[in-house]
């Protein structure tokens, strides 16, 4: 019995991590679609039936290719800091709030934040063992701006866990029963959209990899096995902040087909942001940062302890 304990997490694990990563080569293959057509053309559209298994073959031609080294890289760091980075992003998706088996546990909400925050480190390797300036530059400017969005992020999240009580996701889904979250604090929610979009690199917000400036940026110097680990770990990524925003805003129960809906509207959000916005310039980044979001989370934080301090007056 003891043994079938410890077996059934490993091979669930396994089953969400393959499921996660077949996620993200479909992902991929609709920003693509969804790019193309914002850009008036096709897309992928040759391989196999409407470009169906493009992302497979995009795969196999990346991980068969000769993996190149810059002489004067710092090999080691250069190696596994896309290997861990990959590593975080799947072991992030153990906070899933699946109420049977698997790992959700009742401080899902701090594990999330401990996983983004080193994060930070295998950009910042990356950059900094490639000896290239302008992986370097890269790898500064994303160490800068994911430090700057994780403040107002985990202040939005502290925001809800005090109307909750409690860390779990799976508190969240049960609270949302009545009305979601989004209704009690749309620009919050706004907020933490934006948030996400910052912590993820993408656009309007993708300085780390400005291709204009720097050439691709941290990952200049990545090819083949290397470059698709960091692609994968991005989009990864990009699906858990979907699922999070819709557990923790949109109220979804992961058992239902509306969590997957909703899953890929905000999926598609992120598409949408890439293909409309351009990019912000530096300091209006860290201007948003710092005077717009940390402002407004603050004061979400104390209105919803200020209701919650009512609430229990009430009840005592």
């Known amino acids: 019995m003891y043994l079938f304990d410890c077996i059934l997490p490993l091979i669930s694990g396994i089953i969400l991590m393959v499921c996660v990563l077949v996620g993200v080569a479909f992902l991929t293959l609709l920003e693509r679609k969804v790019l193309g057509y914002i850009q008036i053309r096709k897309g992928p559209n040759k391989v196999g039936i409407v470009g169906i298994p493009q992302p497979f073959s995009d795969a196999i031609k990346l991980f068969t290719k000769e993996q190149t080294y810059p002489v004067l890289s710092n090999y080691l760091p250069y190696y596994f800091s896309p290997i861990f980075s990959l590593f975080l992003v799947l072991l992030v998706w153990m906070v899933a709030p699946f109420v049977t088996e698997l790992f959700s546990f009742n401080l899902g909400l701090l594990f999330f934040l401990c996983c983004t925050s080193l994060g930070v480190y ?64 749309f620009p919050l929610a706004l907020g933490w959209f934006a948030s996400c979009l910052a912590e993820t690199n993408r656009t309007p917000f993708d300085f780390a990899e400005g291709e204009s400036e720097l050439v691709s940026g941290f990952n200049i110097e990545y090819s083949s096995g290397g470059f698709a680990l960091i692609f994968l770990a991005e989009y990864a990524s990009i699906l858990f902040m979907s699922m999070l925003f819709s557990v923790i805003l949109l109220g979804s129960d992961v058992y239902s087909f509306l969590f997957f809906v909703k899953l890929s509207m905000i999926s598609f959000a992120y598409i949408w942001a890439r293909g409309t916005l351009p990019r912000f310039r530096y300091d209006k980044l860290m201007y948003l940062a710092w005077k717009s979001f940390l402002p407004l989370s603050l004061h979400f934080l104390i209105l919803f302890l200020g209701v919650k301090l009512i609430i229990l007056v009430q009840l005592f």
Do not use: H, P
């Open 122 to 185: 295998t950009v910042m390797i990356a950059g900094w063992a490639s000896n290239s300036n302008y992986a370097l530059l890269g790898g500064l400017r994303a160490v800068a701006q994911t430090i700057s969005y994780e403040v107002s992020l985990a202040l939005i999240l502290l925001s809800f866990v005090f109307l909750v009580n409690g860390y779990c996701l799976i508190d969240f889904i049960k609270y949302q029963s009545g009305i979601w979250f989004i209704f009690l604090s």
